[in-house]
């Protein structure tokens, strides 16, 4: 005969099986084929013209999807390394899809046919190959060499605006600087007085070739200030401060920064009545293209030179002169200045006998909110004695170019000598999280006395409480496999209208964020970048500046979205707009522009496909 006991614990080992069978059952997935594809666009690129190569993995969420390598290509410099990374996850006809977009910025370097060889993704350790792509390069277009104002549909623009009355001047600090050195690009709006802008907006893309950027801060709503030039008053805005830092030697081009705008001319006077101004009409102005020259560093650089060009002050501490045998010691070295400190690579350190170096973890506050880029860099080296008695601790040496100067300048520094107490031989080492060096295994007889206790408990398996805690998991796979079945019969599952409305509130979290605390700058930047990003991914373009008002209204016609919606849209943007470039003229309130900016999001989701949607068949 069986007693309690025993028929309690059958019982409990059969619920936790039919629990791992329903827990086996409920979670499983059909299989999902992996398909990953490749794209270059345009396919038809002038030289200097930005490349986009789009790597697509659907059918596997990102934490399966080792990030691929850029592969090779002829003709075609990379702009970066590592690519941009944006998961996909939708849910249709109560699937859930999931997949993973990769991509990377190109530039043609010569004329001809352009190559992209095959890209090789590994998902769950399966290999998938992509087809080799191929671009055709045309001649570089003539990038303006003065400012341009234009109508962006190459219609003649308003005869009473010309070039002296709206423009945008480029001024870089210097036109011939040496490698790696900083020269500062700053981009500002001159328009007369008299003249009056709306609608305001950057139109297709900005890049510096050749050169490492780094953005300086700029005000978000700029206040207009008035400055003469020219012989003539103007109002001026700063819409574009940058650091570049060439990286090669030779003749270097910026491309020209453009904006699209509606102006509103001069006063023109009528035949039979008072003067007039004219209507508010649709431009595109450009600065002009800025060519920089890179000059090579002079030769007899030092052993310690690794690329530093700049100004730079050095500081150098140890965390302490003595310590025993297998303590840690801090050595840190602060470069402080103006430079490229982004690329500083750390200095290398000779390890001194019986003394362990690490490397170093590095630390960068850079400063963007002056007319250069500056900051610090701080390197922070861990040293382990192994030994006792005297031990000369490495020369820290930092070398770099001053272009002022025109000369290499080396800091050395000598720390100082450290005493170590103790005895005690080279032993395994390991490391922390934190990097710090730590023993293996600690001596037995360093233990302290043992403690004894008590073997005569009462056995888990005499215990009560130890079958209930059995029972726990079959209840929680109970309880979760009625929640499964609950949730998905008819009429329980949230409808599209309201998974639309949250998808909109969190795409709108941050704008709500800074206007809670009351940041109107913040508020109105952020709802417009929402808006244009939301733009830029339904209707497959690159990104958020790249949907000018002209491609966006052809987008928006071709999807069949009523005009009343692309009103309402339009005049979210101009609100945005014109707390950006006429700050103080705002006439409705954030609350207003937040709940327009939810109804426009709202009704056009949709109205545009989703980029995972599969495309419409002809």
């Known amino acids: 005969m069986w007693t309690a006991q025993s028929m309690l614990v059958r019982i409990a080992m059969s619920a936790v099986v039919m629990g791992a069978v329903c827990v086996e059952g409920g979670q499983a997935q059909p299989n999902r084929t992996v398909r990953v594809t490749a794209e270059a666009d345009p396919t038809d690129a002038a030289v200097g013209e930005t490349v986009h190569l789009t790597v697509r993995v659907d059918g596997a969420p990102a934490t399966v999807v080792r990030t691929p390598e850029l592969p090779s290509t002829t003709h075609l410099e990379p ?134 950027r780094e953005e300086l801060d700029v005000a978000a709503r700029p206040t207009p200030q008035r400055r003469r030039t020219d012989g003539q008053t103007y109002e001026t805005v700063v819409l574009k401060r940058v650091a570049l830092f060439p990286t090669r030697p030779g003749t270097l081009r910026v491309d020209p920064l453009r904006i699209e705008t509606e102006a509103q001319g001069r006063m023109r006077m009528q035949e039979d009545g008072p003067s007039l101004r004219g209507r508010f009409e649709p431009v595109q102005i450009a600065s002009k293209g800025l060519s920089l020259t890179a000059r090579s560093l002079p030769e007899g650089a030092p052993p310690a030179f690794d690329g530093a060009v700049g100004q730079f002050v050095v500081r150098t501490t140890a965390e302490a002169d003595s310590a025993s045998v297998g303590e840690a010691v801090t050595l840190t070295m602060q470069v402080e200045g103006t430079g490229n400190l982004a690329t500083l690579p750390p200095p290398s350190v000779e390890s001194p006998p019986d003394v362990e170096v690490y490397e170093p973890t590095v630390e960068t506050d850079i400063e963007r909110d002056g007319s250069r880029i500056r900051g610090t860099k701080t390197f922070a080296y861990t040293l382990v004695p192994r030994s006792g008695g005297r031990h000369d601790l490495p020369t820290l040496a930092f070398s770099y170019f001053d272009p002022d100067a025109k000369r290499y300048k080396t800091h050395r520094a000598e720390p100082p000598t450290l005493y170590v107490s103790g005895q005690g031989g080279p032993r395994a080492v390991g490391r922390t999280s934190d990097g710090l060096p730590v023993d293996d295994v600690a001596d037995a007889r360093e233990a302290s006395e043992a403690q004894w206790v008590r073997t005569d408990r009462r056995p888990l398996y005499r215990s009560a409480w130890t079958y209930l805690a059995l029972l726990v998991p079959a209840l929680i796979v109970g309880a979760g496999v009625a929640y499964r079945r609950w949730r998905d019969r008819p009429g329980s599952s949230p409808d599209e209208t309201t998974l639309a409305l949250d998808e909109d509130r969190d795409r709108l979290q941050e704008a709500r964020r800074h206007l809670r605390r009351g940041s109107d700058a913040s508020f109105y930047d952020a709802v417009g970048r929402t808006l244009r990003a939301f733009l830029a991914e339904r209707l497959g373009r690159a990104g958020p500046n790249d949907v000018p008002r002209t491609v966006l209204d052809r987008h928006l016609i071709r999807h069949d979205v009523p005009a009343d919606l692309r009103n309402a849209l339009y005049d979210v943007l101009d609100r945005c707009d014109e707390a950006r470039y006429a700050p103080g003229s705002a006439s409705v309130s954030p609350e207003d522009v937040l709940a327009n900016a939810h109804a426009v999001l709202r009704r056009l989701g949709p109205q545009l496909p989703r980029p995972d949607d599969p495309a419409p068949r002809p």
């Open 79 to 212: 702009q970066q390394r590592t690519p941009q990374t944006r998961q996909i996850r939708a849910s249709r006809g109560g699937r859930l899809r999931q997949g993973v977009v990769f991509s990377w910025r190109l530039r043609p370097r010569q004329q001809g046919a352009a190559r992209i060889q095959p890209l090789t993704v590994v998902v769950r350790g399966k290999q998938y190959t992509t087809a080799p792509l191929r671009v055709r390069v045309s001649p570089r277009t003539g990038a303006p060499d003065a400012p341009t104002l234009t109508r962006p549909d190459g219609a003649s623009s308003d005869p009473s605006l010309d070039v002296r009355d709206l423009f945008i001047r480029a001024r870089a600090t210097d036109d011939r600087v040496y490698q790696n050195e900083q020269v500062i690009v700053e981009y500002s709006l001159f328009y007369r007085p008299r003249i009056r802008l709306r609608r305001s907006r950057v139109a297709g893309s900005w890049d510096a070739p050749g050169f490492w």
